[in-house]
Antibody, heavy 126, light 106 residues
Framework: QVTLKESGPVVVKPTETLTLTCTVS??????????VSWIRQPPGKALEWLAR???????SYSTSLKSRLTVSKDTSKSQVVLTMTNMDPVDTGTYYC??????????????????WGQGTLVTVSS | DIQMTQSPSSLSASVGDRVTITCRAS??????LNWYQQKPGKAPSLLIY???NLQSGVPSRFSGGGSGTDFSLTISSLQPEDFATYYC?????????FGPGTKVDF
């Protein structure tokens, strides 16, 4: 059974750096057909993809948040870490860690998010 | 970035109704389109990948179609457990982007 679980602070102050850890089980972070992404959701709003890390340590980031995000992994610990600097109240929301399944089809490579972690609610407030 | 839109933003339906949600991409994305269901207070779950492929364990009343810029998610006979918010997501290019969601309620 594949599971992902997020951990980190519940509350951070404005301008602080958020560090979230995702611990995965049921698959290896060295599997070339999988990656791990972070996705967030402000209260009552839509989903926003933030970052992805592949098995070969290649990384990709949201265009608008790229300057504030860093993603890394420790394959031996089955953990992926997301850091977001200079937190603001608008960054309040639930942060999800998800498995990124990568398939090569006749039309090219495609990915989808499955499964999702339970999410962790982060509130930015002084 | 590719922009995703969905219509309607919300709809009211009854058990047994046939429901169709549409998703449109700002440029052609071939079949690189996935659908998710999110129930209140829960994480989203995958319903459909690559536009029309049903994820294992998802009831057959769900179906997806389309290619290029226009896609649809259809629930053939709405069940009580289907009242939720549905999101489309493109995986044609990075950053992956989601639609704004369609809430299906009573």
């Amino acid at each position: 059974q594949v599971t992902l679980k997020e951990s980190g602070p519940v509350v951070v102050k404005p301008t602080e750096t958020l560090t979230l850890t995702c611990t995965v089980s049921g698959f290896s972070l060295s599997n070339t057909r999988m990656a791990v992404s972070w996705i967030r959701q402000p209260p009552g709003k839509a989903l926003e993809w933030l970052a992805r890390i592949f098995s070969n340590d290649e990384k990709s980031y949201s265009t608008s948040l790229k300057s504030r995000l860093t993603v890394s992994k420790d394959t031996s610990k089955s953990q992926v870490v997301l850091t977001m600097t200079n937190m603001d109240p608008v960054d309040t929301g639930t942060y999800y860690c998800v498995r990124d399944v990568i398939e090569v089809m006749a039309t090219g490579g495609i990915n989808w998010f499955d499964p999702w972690g339970q999410g962790t609610l982060v509130t930015v407030s002084s | 970035d590719i922009q995703m839109t969905q219509s309607p933003s919300s709809l009211s339906a009854s058990v047994g109704d046939r429901v169709t949600i549409t998703c449109r991409a700002s440029q052609s994305i071939s079949i690189f389109l996935n659908w998710y269901q999110q129930k209140p207070g829960k994480a989203p779950s995958l319903l459909i990948y690559a536009a029309s492929n049903l994820q294992s364990g998802v009831p057959s009343r769900f179906s997806g179609g389309g290619s290029g810029t226009d896609f649809s998610l259809t629930i053939s006979s709405l069940q009580p457990e289907d009242f939720a918010t549905y999101y489309c997501q493109q995986s044609y290019s990075t950053p992956n982007t989601f639609g704004p969601g369609t809430k299906v309620d009573f």
